[in-house]
């Protein structure tokens, strides 16, 4: 539901788009002390919730949910803490307790749109940020005081001012094209479908099983309530294959009861149609154009294998708000806040989304794949780093060193007769 903000007065703080990333924006300068508000061109009630996510919260990100007051979807009642398993041709990768050693609490959350979002929306109200949904940002203007939103509802056109925006608005973000920053695109060769269920009987301990076979990945991800979502990234010419979206329950089930990692598909039960999609190219654009933060998929919307959607948008606006915490809005706050942004965004996230646009290249050396899970699987310690990749906790040039000092003790070992 829309909150009418309430007079025309100055805006601190614009953030055009209320999904993930905008409301996580939103609270976060609200915790500031800034008067923000929320514009997006839907209208939110508590039903409206994004549909085409596989909603797994990486354990890098589950931590900023708390900082926004959301500590409670931790809670049985609302999401399943996990751990990621991953069933590779070399052989299974857990590792050890945790995704790191000595943080006994850390975990991921497989936590669904529709508990998500309303409660980031309910959360941003509740902080005091204020929202016009049903709202479309027609365009916006700079000048030396800050920026002009010249908005439209269904009750007309309306110019409101403030001292920063962010550019939330998604992978097809409007403000980037009027601002000239346009995403770079790097090939997907995987198509995705998925589906909600009931009758399958997953791991005890909850854990998420991510099952490799030839170039795709299967997902077996636990839900509230005894209900499993399944998530098959696979070549596009195998899906294409199956025939029409409608038609294709049949050989999505069939394909994950011939995986022998897989629980059985005998008694499962679709919830609702498969989802899906053929064809979703990783978009990387500039962090900052002008004096624009972009953030969520604004800013770096990837391939859907790599299950960082939710976290990215968490993990992004936070960095956003942390580089401005402590300066002002003046042009010198401004200055220093974005140069902060985009160094963060830089070291923190881009390395990782370098990493996932190569991964999405289904063409890779099949004997080099074995030999890389083979060593990983056998070395606990490298397993337990492997997840801590995954779950971007370690940038992938330190894994990268980690596997290769790895590979070449298990090269020179000597041999046991």
Known sequence: MSTPISDDSQLDVAVVGGSIAGCTAAIRFRQLGHRVAVFDKKTMDDRFYKRL????IQPHAVPVLAELGLAHLYEADYSVPTKAVFVTPGGLVEGPGNYLPG???????????????PALRTAAREQGVEFADGTSVEKIEEDD??????TRDETG????????????????????????????????ERAALFGYFSGITTRPDRRSVFIMNERDL??????????????????????????????????????????PDAPSMGDAVLEDGLLGYSD??????????????FVGDAALSLDPMSGVGCGFALVSADLLARSFTGRSLDKTGLV?????????????????????????????N?????????????NPDLSQQYLALTGRMLLPGEFQRLLMRAMMTRRTAPLKL
Not at 341 to 353: G, I, M, N, S, T
Request: proline share 5%; charged share 25%; net charge neutral.
């Open 218 to 259: 299967a997902c077996v991800y636990p839900l509230v309530d005894g209900r499993t979502q399944l998530v098959l990234f696979a070549e596009k010419s195998r899906v294409e294959g199956w025939g029409s979206t409608e038609g294709r329950l049949p050989q999505f089930l069939e394909y994950f009861d011939s995986l």
């Open 157 to 188: 056109s309306r110019v409101f001012r403030a001292r920063l925006v962010v550019a939330a608005d998604g992978r097809r973000s409007r403000l980037a094209k009027e601002l000239g920053n346009p995403a770079e695109s790097r090939p997907n």
């Open 280 to 293: 979703y190219p990783s978009q990387i654009r500039q962090a900052v154009a002008g004096s624009i933060p």
């Open 103 to 117: 943080d006994q609490d850390l975990f991921a959350l497989n936590l669904e749109r529709r508990v998500l979002d």
């Open 336 to 364: 220093a806040g974005l140069a902060e942004y985009r160094q963060q965004l830089e070291e923190v996230l881009l390395p990782h989304a370098e990493g996932i646009c190569v991964d999405s290249l289904v063409d890779k």
């Open 53 to 56: 996510c596989t909603h797994f």
């Open 145 to 150: 005081f800050g920026w002009s939103l010249h």
């Open 366 to 378: 099949a004997a080099s794949r074995l030999r890389m899970f083979k060593t990983i699987s056998a």
